[in-house]
T-cell receptor
């Protein structure tokens, strides 16, 4: 089954304790991205990756790191979490393409990781 | 830069009533337009998309959307809402040269029995 898998789904941690949220997709997608969702703010992009070893900042990258060593995996790293990073996080992937006649650019989302930083 | 506006934060309808969720975008050329749905506790799922051609597109779960270039809109409609449609709905736009979509802030749909 085609899917994007995130782990953990729920996590409570304390300020300053490094954590990693993993994301894996089995669709051979080039593009992967991380979003955070907060009430009233919708989805905001943290980082994205166009392909292996290619990553770039989104709208709210501060306090986060990512890596893309393999095509299928795109972990999100919080080196020193703070309470303002309490949020619902989504990983998404898509197949790149022209859109017209090529891949649609439809995003496939994981089920989300709810993170609480105390 | 592309942008998306969903002017309604919350919409409440009765089960069986019709539904229209509004989406306006800002982008010079013809954009690629999407509607996603997020059910409680779930990730986002694509409802439908528009790239070109027929401006009325059909999606899953009985939803449809109409692209109106003159109004820069891509409103989502359903003729008869079911209780299971209660969810958060996101409109998204991306330009032809970018793989990075911009999302609206979402509209929360509440369905009364």
């Amino acid at each position: 089954e085609a899917q994007v898998t995130q782990n953990p789904r729920y996590l409570i941690t304390v300020t300053g304790k490094k954590l990693t949220v993993t994301c894996s997709q089995n669709m051979n997608h080039e593009y992967m991205s991380w979003y955070r969702q907060d009430p009233g703010l919708g989805l905001r992009q943290i980082y994205y990756s166009m392909n292996v070893e290619v990553t770039d900042k989104g709208d709210v990258p501060e306090g986060y790191k990512v890596s893309r060593k393999e095509k299928r995996n795109f972990p999100l790293i919080l080196e020193s979490p703070s309470p303002n990073q309490t949020s619902l996080y989504f990983c998404a992937s898509s197949l790149q393409g022209s859109g017209r006649g090529g891949a649609s650019g439809e995003l496939f989302f994981g089920e989300g990781s709810r993170l609480t930083v105390l | 830069a592309q942008s998306v506006t969903q002017p309604d934060i919350h919409i409440t309808v009765s089960e069986g009533a019709s539904l229209e969720l509004r989406c306006n975008y800002s982008y010079g050329a013809t954009p690629y337009l999407f509607w996603y749905v997020q059910s409680p506790g779930q990730g986002l799922q694509l409802l439908l998309k528009y790239f070109s051609g027929d401006t009325l597109v059909q999606g899953i779960k009985g939803f449809e959307a109409e692209f109106k270039r003159s109004q820069s809109s891509f409103n989502l409609r359903k003729p008869s809402v079911h209780w299971s449609d209660a969810a958060e709905y996101f409109c998204a736009v991306r330009s032809g040269g970018s793989y990075i979509p911009t999302f609206g802030r979402g509209t929360s749909l509440i369905v009364h029995p």
